[in-house]
Nanobody
Framework: QMQLVESGGGLVQAGGSLRLSCAAS????????MAWFRQNPGKEREFIAA????????YYADSVKGRFIISRDTSKNMVYLQMNSLKPEDTAVYYC?????????????????WGQGTQVTVSS
């Protein structure tokens, strides 16, 4: 089992920034591709960003490309999501996910482990 714990969510004004953190434990962190998703009530979980096992490659949804940055610190078993130029439509619960595959996947069902989520609210 891998445990993922997100933190860093909160309330921010449009145009502001937040950095989400995801602490991983219980499994070999470097054996997993990592990703961030978000979800609003009544909607499907939406892919945001993914990071390869090595951390050398990233992939972003068009909706956040150029504004969000995903990164990992393997020495600390941490994954981050730096969110800049936030918009009200970025409001959602944000989830960290880990998948035991190579490369990138955007389907939530392909990931093995999930955190509990952290709320991000962007006011206009």
């Amino acid at each position: 089992q891998m445990q993922l714990v997100e933190s860093g969510g909160g309330l921010v004004q449009a145009g502001g920034s937040l950095r989400l953190s995801c602490a991983a434990s219980g499994r070999t962190f470097s054996s997993y591709s990592m990703a961030w998703f978000r979800q609003n009530p009544g909607k499907e979980r939406e892919f945001i960003a993914a990071l390869s096992r090595s951390g050398d490659s990233t992939y972003y949804a068009d909706s956040v490309k150029g504004r969000f940055i995903i990164s990992r610190d393997t020495s600390k078993n941490m994954v981050y999501l730096q969110m800049n130029s936030l918009k009200p439509e970025d409001t959602a619960v944000y989830y960290c996910a880990a998948g035991s595959f190579y490369g990138f996947r955007v389907r939530a069902s392909t990931y093995d482990y999930w955190g509990q989520g952290t709320q991000v609210t962007v006011s206009s």
